[in-house]
């Protein structure tokens, strides 16, 4: 059997009981480590927490050599243990369909994820649109496509959760051109970067997905002992320190609900100049609608 | 302080560690019953799981009287116990917004919800748009607000979580009227209920956001020993016996990754029949935008 077990936000602790049972009677144990850490714990916590070994496993051992993971996991129980939940990355699903392959019985068991976790920022989880992956841009190589993204989701009113790029365990293009297997220190993309980039496509698109007036939160730290939300405009996060990873931020949406600003209030240093950034925007998308829109709204739930 | 917990989807063991602790630790201990149920275990079983009594709270006390669930949380440490995460439902952002205004600290410990578990279905949760629910319709009250946010997400190409109504602990009209504390048993609506409700929205309304040909997934049990997914057209879940509680739907949009196709074949009885159903949306979908979007989709991530 090959468990898929998620190991939530943060501390070793955050395992479900249930997860930790099974990674105590399985065979061998991988910990996923290139889409995520976990900001309070490391592998050496977790062997500590587990009473076992714990393997990990880089990019290249999942993508090119995942029957090394499953191995004999027809007869044997093999964990995969993923931070998060083992659902939230593609790469998972692949390891899922080539265990079927192989006649290799899967099991998953759930943990919090970012992906739900973030309603602990105020926001209904019912009113976010798709999410969307921000990359680290390069002086040649600035991927877009989440720009569309976010304006389809701006366009009907919905927020949009915005995941920072983390690099672990990557060759710089010279080393990699070269052959050495030598490793860049691992970056995580800071909320002041996002903001940036995110405004850099703005003004490079000009189609009004955002502006740097737009209401945001930053979610930093999510789950961890020092998790911090600012609730600030997309300008005002490209100007302030977030300090240690990992980061992800929410761009709002106009079908904002009086309770959810209510609640972001708390996470505002100027909670006037906020509330009127939000007031805009649903005025703007009044506007933009027009009267027939803005009954209908009314109308729903 | 006010520890909020996610006990996850169906297991007493599906707390975390960390959960588990707290709520060794605290002086009283909640657990919200009315907007979700945990399959696999009952009340007792918690309690025999935790070693100490859970007091059972229904909306009246959560609503109503949360101040004395919140009583003394000032100085002593009182645990809320919540089916999934925190925060997925609003009624628990009134009660964090409460208990700030008395001055209370809160802490919130995650877990998996059903709006990430989803993922184990093998759609992408990038691909989800808002998620939606869906009430039990009576003769003179079925209220349709859904119908437009799927029509949203599924112009886009997105994936709609549909969440299914519970009702636990409802009066009848009659004895509301009379008011008698007569509770009615609780209803959990099943597949075919919700099928055959968006089908008859649908046909109301005509503005084809769906139809009964569109591809779907039903998603039966999450999480618990008995977990099932069925993927079929609306028409066809419209027909089938989804059995025990709990179930949610999803809705497929166009932008369906082939890897998800892959992944969700495997769930459906007609194999051939499921994978001309997507090709038919993907189709309609590119007819209806023309090239130029179509093209633009091809040069994203």
Redesign the interface.
């Known amino acids: 059997m090959l468990y898929l077990i998620?190991l939530?936000?943060s501390?070793?602790?955050?395992?479900?009981?249930?997860g930790?049972?099974v990674v105590k009677k399985c065979e061998r144990v991988y910990l996923e480590a290139y889409t995520s850490i976990l900001m309070a714990a490391s592998k050496e916590d977790l062997e500590g927490f587990y009473g076992r070994e714990v393997i990990l496993a880089d990019r290249e051992l999942v993508e090119s050599g995942s029957d090394e993971i499953l191995e004999n996991a027809q007869t044997v129980d093999v964990a995969f243990l993923v931070v998060?939940?083992?659902?939230?990355a593609?790469t998972h699903?692949?390891l899922?369909?080539r265990a079927?392959e192989l006649g290799i019985p899967v099991k998953?068991i759930?943990?919090?994820?970012v992906?739900?976790?973030v309603?602990?920022c105020?926001l209904?989880?019912?009113?976010?649109?798709?999410?969307?992956?921000l990359v680290f841009f390069m002086d040649n190589w600035k991927?877009d496509?989440f720009y569309?993204r976010i304006k389809?989701n701006r366009d009907?009113g919905?927020h949009t959760l915005v995941l920072l790029d983390i690099k672990v365990k990557e060759q710089s293009f010279e080393n990699m051109a070269r052959g050495r297997l030598i490793y860049e220190p691992p970056r995580y993309m800071n909320i002041e970067t996002a903001a940036l980039q995110l405004l850099e496509i703005e003004n490079l698109r000009g189609e009004s997905a955002y502006t740097s007036a737009t209401p945001c939160v930053s979610v930093s730290r999510l789950?961890s002992p020092n998790q911090t939300f600012v609730a600030a405009t997309l300008g005002e996060l490209a100007e302030m320190e977030s300090g240690e990873p990992l980061h992800s931020l929410v761009i709002l949406g106009h079908r904002t609900h009086e309770?959810?600003i209510?609640?972001l209030l708390?996470f505002a240093a100027d909670k006037e100049g906020y509330k009127t950034a939000v007031e805009l925007e649903v005025e703007a998308a009044k506007a933009a609608r027009g009267p027939l829109v803005a009954k209908?709204e009314e109308?729903?739930?």
Do not use: C, K, W
């Open positions: 998620g939530g936000l501390y070793v602790e955050d395992i479900t009981v249930r930790l049972n998060g939940d083992p659902f939230g593609t699903t692949d899922v369909i079927r998953a759930h943990n919090a994820s992906m739900n976790a309603g602990a105020g209904q989880l019912y009113n976010f649109g798709q999410t969307v992956s991927p496509s569309d389809e009907i919905l789950g309770m959810e209510e609640y708390e209908e109308d729903s739930d």
